[in-house]
Nanobody, 113 residues
């Protein structure tokens, strides 16, 4: 069974940094586009960042210049480096493999002011 497992969330002060990881269990990871989404309480799920199989990236305007998505195909892992964190970045962060409709369980990021 193919799975996505996120880690790296936590509590951080505003201005701090966190790095999220998402490990995939399937062997075709390297060919798949991967997304990071987030969902704050009472809000809709928001697409934060995307990386294609060839390494092209795209970001939501709200995180451009602060977040960086990357991947290590050998480790079947996608990362989200989050710098200059703001309280409004507080959310449950999920990774997603859209081609297979896979979602991880989410990792909580809380940014205190």
């Amino acid at each position: 069974q193919v799975q996505l497992v996120e880690s790296g969330g936590g509590l951080v002060q505003a201005g701090g940094s966190l790095r999220l990881s998402c490990v995939a269990s399937n062997s075709i990871f390297r060919f798949n586009t991967m997304h990071w989404y987030r969902q704050a309480p009472g809000k809709e799920r928001e697409l934060v960042a995307t990386i294609t199989g060839s390494g092209s990236t795209n970001y939501a305007d709200s995180v451009k210049g602060r977040f960086t998505i990357s991947r290590d195909n050998a480790k079947k892992t996608v990362y989200l480096q989050m710098n200059s964190l703001k309280p409004e970045d507080t959310a449950l962060y999920y990774c997603n493999m859209p081609n297979l409709g896979l979602w991880g369980q989410g990792t909580q990021v809380t940014v205190s002011s």
